[in-house]
């Protein structure tokens, strides 16, 4: 998955209103839109767009967009 993709679908969901900066080193638990529904659009999303299913547990381990960036590379 490529950088610009995977930000993109931050921005879709967590800055919806401009406000956040979002970048590889977003720590996006802190997010001021982060929930369990947004948690679960970006696993969906990622599912439906590009075919990568990740589990509830699998997102819980990242803490930055970068981590998460990984773990999709490595599947």
């Known amino acids: 998955?490529?950088?610009k993709q995977?930000?993109?679908?931050f921005n879709e969901i967590?800055?919806?209103?401009g406000v956040e900066n979002i970048t590889l080193d977003t720590?996006?638990?802190?997010?001021?839109?982060?929930d369990s529904?947004?948690?679960?659009e970006i696993t969906e999303?990622?599912?439906s767009q590009f075919g990568i299913r990740i589990r509830g547990i699998e997102l819980r381990r990242c803490?930055?967009?970068?981590?998460?960036?990984e773990l999709l590379n490595s599947k």
């Open 1 to 3: 998955m490529e950088i």
């Open 6 to 9: 995977l930000l993109n679908v």
């Open 14 to 17: 967590l800055n919806k209103d």
């Open 27 to 34: 720590s996006f638990k802190n997010c001021e839109r982060w």
């Open 37 to 40: 529904m947004s948690a679960f």
């Open 45 to 47: 999303k990622l599912n």
């Open 63 to 69: 803490n930055t967009i970068a981590d998460l960036l």
